[in-house]
């Protein structure tokens, strides 16, 4: 540091004496002389290259166009399959979705229980129907499946529900409360 504080120390002092002073013509006239303008030869870039380079490219992006179409039919035979598979499931569950509409159209005796239940069974009907024409229709992927089976299988808890209190229902006073007293 005190090398460097003595440095500044005099570039402060003689500082009139370096604005004055300019550099000799020789300097510069040797400074030129070792840069060899001429001596550099100019070269042109070889165009050849790029020709290659966008050549590759281009057969690179059709092969890969090609690759990408091939592989479309694979896809749609997978959504031929989630066709099938849904429709199987479906059957199913219609089937077992029925069996209990009809237990609970044969043992529901309160006109707003059954209102109820119709309008939360509307709902879901409602949106299953969207689904189901959306994913026949455009979009036959898994997820849209898994949603679809989903709302059959919330259908089926919501009849296994009123069945349920239906049941309780049927109970003895004192087996009612119990249940009651249990589940709290």
Known sequence: MQGKDRLEKFIIENREA???SEPKEDNWTRIESQLNFESQPVSKPNVGWYWKAAVFLLLGAVGYLLIDRYEVQPTNDL???NVEKFRELETFYTSLIANKKERLESELDSEVATVNLKVEMQELDDIYADLKELFLE???SEQVMERLIHLLR???RVMDGQLEIIEREKLPESM???LMD???
Do not use: G, V
Request: hydrophobic share 30%.
């Open 182 to 184: 249990s589940s709290i």
């Open 18 to 20: 370096f604005d004055a």
């Open 79 to 81: 959504e031929a399959s």
């Open 138 to 140: 455009s979009q036959p």
């Open 176 to 178: 009612q409360e119990e």
């Open 154 to 156: 919330q259908k089926l």
